[in-house]
């Protein structure tokens, strides 16, 4: 279901409850006996951007190789059998999807958030090697946690400038333990998005994030 007030030529499509039962149980068993790499603190204290990750992808390619910088967080590692299995079932469920441009999902992004005390700042998820209007599908694993996609001014100029268009409402809404979360068309253009600290969260979540990766692009 795409939610009401989303602006023109972007898609975010929500699917409650996508994955359930057992295969939900191994996901979340699975992501639990993953080691991940700790994000460091960098930014104010209310946007909290610690929280574990790991990346793997198959062409066991650097995250983004145009970065100058190397981080072991963003080094590529083979798919186990869980997250292989989860982003066929990812796949075939977005092929079903007649507004989504085909894709061809080939990495995945663990974000591990231990509680409430750890988020994600506003950001947009571009880099050249996604395409300039990248499809994205995230599966959320653990406790709820809000996820904020806020409106921006688009500055052909300066497109990371993240201006905040206060004309516009933010969208948000709650991501579940099996749901998931589809980014496409120029949502990462138009919008920035966060997932903020949560005081009343006690309990870990997890999101699964798939992209198709072409290092033809950059």
Not at 25 to 45: F, K, M, Q, T, W
Not at 64 to 75: K, S, V
Not at 95 to 124: C, T
């Amino acid at each position: 279901m795409i939610p009401e007030g989303v602006l023109p030529d972007c898609v975010i499509d929500h699917h409650a409850k996508w994955l359930s039962g057992r295969s939900l149980a191994l996901c979340i068993r699975s992501a639990e006996r993953e080691d991940y790499y700790h994000v460091p603190v960098n930014g104010p204290p209310h946007v909290s951007r610690r929280r574990g990750q790991k990346y793997y992808n198959d062409d066991m390619r650097y995250f983004a190789e145009h970065w100058i910088g190397r981080y072991p967080r963003w080094n590529a590692h083979v798919m186990p059998s869980w997250i292989r299995e989860l982003q066929r079932s990812v796949q075939c469920a977005v092929d079903a999807m007649p507004h989504i441009p085909r894709v061809v999902f080939n990495s995945a992004l663990i974000n591990w958030y231990k509680d409430g005390s750890e988020g994600i700042s506003r950001h947009q998820d571009k880099q050249p090697t996604w395409g300039p209007t990248p499809t994205i599908a995230v599966v959320s694993l653990g406790t709820a946690r809000n996820i904020v996609f806020e409106p921006l001014v688009v500055e052909p100029q300066r497109p990371r400038a993240m201006k905040r268009d206060k004309t516009i409402n933010t969208v948000t809404f709650p991501l579940k333990s099996g749901d998931l979360l589809v980014m496409s068309g120029r949502t990462n253009d138009k919008y920035c998005h966060s997932i903020p600290m949560d005081a009343a969260c006690f309990d870990q979540r997890w999101s699964v994030t798939f992209r198709m990766v072409n290092h033809d692009y950059s």
